[in-house]
């Protein structure tokens, strides 16, 4: 794994997420977990869901990782959550 990590890029931009907290209450509630693994001075997200990890492709530093995971959030529950497309 670590090799695959040497890869991918860092991604050093400052992100904007919503801090939605029902997205992110929707996201777990719903089997959706997100959380950072180190690789070196960065880190890269892991998407868990039923059992499945899927890894982010790039890589974020220690000041964006977590708000790389507030977007995420925000995306599935926009993009999966039914009720609220209602």
């Not at 929707?26 to 059992?51: A, H, R, V």
Request: proline fraction near 3%; aromatic fraction near 12%; hydrophobic fraction near 30%.
């Amino acid at each position: 794994m670590q090799g695959r990590a040497s890869n991918k890029t860092v991604e050093k931009k400052k992100i904007a997420p919503e801090y939605n907290l029902d997205a992110i209450s929707w996201c777990i509630n719903n089997g959706y977990k997100l959380y950072p693994k180190p690789i070196g001075k960065n880190f890269i997200i892991i998407l868990e869901y039923k059992g499945t990890k899927a890894e982010s492709e790039k890589m974020y530093t220690k000041t964006n990782w977590s708000d790389k995971i507030w977007q995420t959030y925000e995306h599935i529950y926009k993009t999966k959550c039914l009720e609220r497309k209602q």
